[in-house]
């Protein structure tokens, strides 16, 4: 104590700076605790919100920011001082009227604008709705902005924008579609019905009256044609499409399609190529033939019904392990900008072509389609007015193994005096057509039982040794044709049942297989397809 | 006149309250203690005062102005720690929010505790010595009642740590108070002993204060004028206990002793006084008027223009006086004021043997009214005091 006399004398003087008088009380001190505590929970409110909030002088110098807004404009809080709110403003702002805004907020109004801002440093640019008001700052005049993002909004408004025109594009082209398709399909009916009603008047000669029914028929496969493009599509549409691949030799398919049209192009005065490539003997590859068939008719019908003068050449060859098959033509061509619509459905490139030429627009789309759904694609060369060249691409997937094996069984039927013969049909119209085909194909003596369900087919086999050959349909009441088959192949193993169904699905042959059947034929039948089976088992 | 002497130019500096002087003030405390924003008052006083009619009249004042208050009363003179920390759970208890202390220096001082206690939530004896406590104590107003202590005007706050058998200093500027309310018509009630050592309190203030290495000249004008007013009025005072100038006159004296010391500082006469009455219990007053001749004798030389000036305000002939001379003039009127004002006891009769004195001096070394003694004491000094006093 003694050697601290000067300390103590010096405290008591008060001088030091630690020394005061009482000029606050215990409540004061209350006070500034409980303002310390709000104080501390408006920081945390104040860094917590989603919404940027920057505090600025009233020149527009950045005081403080919280941590949203140093989030969002890149800036570290320590270093706000270095910028002011112009930085982030991308350079085209009209600042004039950003200056006259700023001015009324600093007056007392309150001001909410939208506007793109620019990321310190990175130039990220956003959008933000900036509201703005003036408030009163550790003793400052300020602007208190409060910036909410909304550039997701943005992107999603912009998608869907998007989205509305591609809907609207398609709900006009499928409007579009059905004025087609009310015009093309009147137009056979018309030829049906008015040459129908003509057909059966006495007063017409033989030969009008064969020209009538040649143009009814002409009518009804248009129809037909329509009719499988629009299932076609709409199964395309719905993937519910097989792909059936069997071994197909895409020269010879050329070569069948190119004798199927060559007198279609004749008749429209123009010359129909059909090129051999080196390498088209490798064109032996596992596809689905129909598909194929359909795609390459697709494209040769449309190629004649586009040239008014010149060629159309088709051929294949294979490239880069790709089997390409070529329809050139030297037709109207088609505009660069036009070449992908004409692959989209319900499209042609130029809509007053349809009055001109006729046609759904669905060609393509379904070429297209069926291409990709084999692994392929289409691809188009062209230029306006200087033809166009069509390439469809397959996988090259080559026939190694024998390719005549045949999931079904083959058998014969013993040749006889008179066949007889089981059609196993549920519905009247079509085992008329059946029993028609027979009156017009079959020259052998022949006699023919109808049963209507499966259950009835069994039975009769049972008791009628006689029968040499079955067509059973597979879709029937009481017991359908899979099982009937198989029931039928217990009593008489080699008696050949000829399995006819609309549903032509892999699934289906597949299963009529397993029951036994020998063979699959499509509805509706074919007066070819009819040809070839009675050759195959009833033939002299 | 050209003034033959140089002022003090080192830094100093002058704290007082506010503070009302003059009959009937007392009525004032209430509005006073309505302005410091007063919802319940700690009022501190003791129990002689509480028999007094002015106090009473203090009471309905406030109650006129419909302020709460809660009288606690158990402070005995010398206030002890315990009862310091009584008064601070009442206080809290209580949800006061403002003190007035209405009596002596150990109201006062007892009630400053009490304020240290409820802003800084420890036990009293955690704040001993000087700038020990950092949250200010709650509004406070005084009507202090001796002319002697002066707490209501000073920094000071002596509590007895009842166990240690000391007292203990608490100096802080924060120990202020914002209002003293000084009416001598209070003082008539007192009796002429408890007058006598408020005097003789008042003149060792003035004396030390004026001494004081810390003085300054703002503390010397008080102090003069003290020690001025002290001798023209304190015998007739006391011969005439309810003439209203003799005790105004007193008490501007104590007041202007109060400021004084509470700037400047005390010295031995002090720290050696608190020791004794730590120890032994014994009335503050008594034991300056013992000591204070003796302390003068010890440090004359250390100032001894400062001890002339003081005898020439004394009216004692000084002109013509060596230093020795002066200084025993100066002790012969203590000794003689003393006598006069009838204290008549030495250290002796008051019960102090020879054997306490190097435990009294251990004690005293460590006051810190020692730190402005204009000569530095040791220990053995404070005892040859002690010795000289028996």
Same mark, same amino acid.
């Given at each position: ?75 570290? #809080? ?35 604008? +939208? ?124 993937? =519910? ?64 019904? %586009? ?7 088709? $051929? ?11 329809? #050139? ?9 036009? =070449? ?5 459905? %319900?499209? =042609? ?22 291409? !990709? ?84 087919? /069994? ?82 | ?14 704290? *007082? ?39 009473? +009249? ?44 209405? $009596? ?16 800084? !939530? ?173 302390? /003068? ?16 305000? !004394?009216? !004692? ?6 230093? *020795? ?12 004021? #003393? ?6 006891? *030495? ?44």
């Amino acid at each position: 104590m003694e050697e601290n006399w000067e300390k103590y004398k010096q405290k008591i003087m008060g001088l030091g700076d630690e020394s005061f008088k009482k000029s606050y009380y215990p409540e004061l001190q209350t006070k500034i605790t409980e303002l310390e505590s709000v104080n501390s929970n408006l920081q945390t409110i104040f860094d917590s919100t989603s919404d940027g909030i920057v505090i600025h002088d009233k020149f527009g110098k950045i005081l403080s920011i919280n941590r949203k807004a140093s989030e969002m404009l890149n800036i570290n #809080k320590e270093k706000v001082h270095d910028f002011s709110i112009a930085d982030f403003f991308s350079k085209d702002i009209n600042f004039t009227e950003l200056y006259t805004i700023w001015e009324d907020v600093l007056k007392g109004k309150t001001f909410s604008i +939208e506007s793109a801002i620019n990321q310190h440093d990175t130039q990220k640019k956003f959008f933000v709705h900036l509201a703005m008001n003036r408030a009163f700052w550790y003793g400052k005049d300020v602007i208190v902005a409060i910036l909410s993002d909304f550039t997701q909004r943005i992107k999603y408004e912009n998608e869907l924008i998007i989205a509305k025109s591609k809907a609207e594009e398609s709900d006009r082209l499928k409007t579009e579609f059905l004025r087609n398709i009310s015009h093309e399909i009147r137009t056979p009916m018309n030829g049906i019905i008015g040459f129908a009603n003509l057909v059966n008047r006495p007063d017409i000669s033989e030969k009008d009256r064969g020209n009538f029914i040649s143009i009814i028929l002409k009518s009804g496969n248009r129809l037909m044609r329509i009719i499988d493009d629009i299932l076609e599509i709409s199964k395309l549409g719905a993937k =519910q499409v097989d792909v059936n691949e069997t071994d197909v030799n895409i020269f010879d398919l050329l070569t069948e399609l190119f004798s199927i049209y060559l007198e279609k192009a004749q008749e429209r005065g123009i010359e129909l190529l059909l090129k051999k490539e080196t390498g088209y003997k490798k064109c032996r590859i596992y596809t689905d033939r129909q598909k194929l068939t359909r795609i390459i008719s697709n494209l040769l019908e449309n190629a004649i019904r %586009f040239t008014h003068e010149g060629y159309v050449e088709i $051929g294949c060859g294979l490239k880069n392990n790709l089997v390409e098959i070529y329809i #050139k033509d030297t037709g109207i061509g088609v505009e660069l900008d036009k =070449q992908k619509i004409i692959f989209e459905r %319900f499209s =042609q490139a130029e809509k007053g072509l349809t009055r001109k030429i006729g046609g759904l627009g669905l060609g393509l789309a379904i070429a297209r389609e069926s291409a !990709l759904l084999l692994g392929g694609d289409i691809r188009l060369e062209s230029e306006a007015d200087e033809g166009s060249t069509f390439f469809v691409i397959l996988p090259y997937k080559p026939v190694i193994s024998d390719y005549q094996i045949e999931a079904m069984k083959q058998v014969e039927v013993a040749k006889k005096e008179k066949y007889t013969i089981l059609v196993v049909e549920d519905e009247d119209e079509n085992y008329f057509y059946i029993e028609t085909l027979f009156k017009i194909k079959l020259k052998h003596p022949y006699q023919i039982l109808h049963v209507e369900n499966g259950l009835e087919a /069994v039975e009769i086999c049972k008791v009628n040794p006689e029968i040499d050959f079955v067509l059973m349909d597979l879709k029937m009441p009481i017991l359908d044709g899979y099982e009937a088959a198989e029931k039928i192949k217990e009593i008489r193993p080699n008696l050949p049942i000829i399995a006819q169904s609309a549903y032509a699905s892999k699934d289906n042959k597949a299963h009529a297989a397993i029951a036994g059947c020998n063979d699959f034929i499509a509805k509706p039948i074919s007066l070819e397809t009819f040809s070839k089976i009675i050759e195959k088992y009833l033939a002299e | 006149m050209i003034e033959n002497y140089d002022i003090e130019l080192e830094m100093r500096k002058f704290i *007082s309250p506010e503070f009302v002087f003059g009959i009937d003030s007392r009525f004032k405390a209430a509005n006073f203690c309505k302005k410091l924003g007063a919802r319940k008052i700690f009022l501190a006083t003791d129990s002689r005062i509480l028999k007094t009619f002015w106090f009473v +009249e203090i009471l309905t004042s406030l109650q006129k102005i419909g302020l709460e208050y809660t009288i606690f009363s158990a402070i005995s003179p010398n206030p002890r720690d315990f009862e310091v920390m009584a008064g601070s759970e009442i206080y809290k208890q209580e949800k006061c929010n403002l003190i007035l202390a209405v $009596g002596g220096g150990s109201v006062v001082d007892c009630a400053k505790g009490v304020g240290i206690v409820v802003s800084n !939530l420890q036990h009293i004896r955690n704040f001993e010595g000087v700038d020990m406590f950092t949250n200010p104590i709650p509004p406070m107003v005084c009507v202090p009642s001796t002319a002697g202590a002066s707490s209501d005007v000073s920094q000071f706050a002596i509590i007895n740590n009842f166990e240690g058998k000391y007292k203990m200093v608490l100096i802080s500027k924060a120990l202020v108070p914002d209002v003293s309310i000084l009416d001598p018509l209070v003082l008539t009630t007192k009796d002429s002993y408890l007058t006598a050592c408020n005097g003789m309190n008042a003149l060792s203030h003035a004396i030390e204060a004026y001494v004081s290495s810390a003085a300054s000249e703002f503390n010397n004008l008080h102090a003069l004028e003290a020690i001025r007013l002290i001798n023209n009025n304190f015998v007739q005072c006391l011969s005439d206990l309810n003439n209203l100038q003799f005790r105004a006159k007193m008490m501007l004296a104590s007041l202007y002793a109060g400021l004084a010391f509470s700037n400047a500082s005390l010295g031995c006469v002090h720290s050696m006084s608190h020791s004794l009455g730590g120890f032994l219990d014994l009335s503050h007053g008594e034991c300056n008027a013992i000591l204070l001749p003796h302390v /003068v004798d010890f440090n004359f030389s250390s100032a001894s223009y400062k001890y002339r000036k003081i005898a020439e305000v !004394l009216n !004692l002939n000084t002109l013509n006086s060596n230093d *020795s001379e002066v200084k025993q003039k100066l002790i012969n009127y203590l000794l003689n004021l #003393k006598e006069k004002v009838n204290i008549k006891t *030495s250290l002796k009769t008051k019960g102090v043997s020879s054997d306490l004195i190097p435990t009294l001096a251990s004690n005293a070394i460590n006051d810190p009214c020692n730190a402005t003694n204009p000569r530095p004491p040791k220990r053995k000094d404070l005892e040859t005091i002690f010795t000289q006093a028996m």
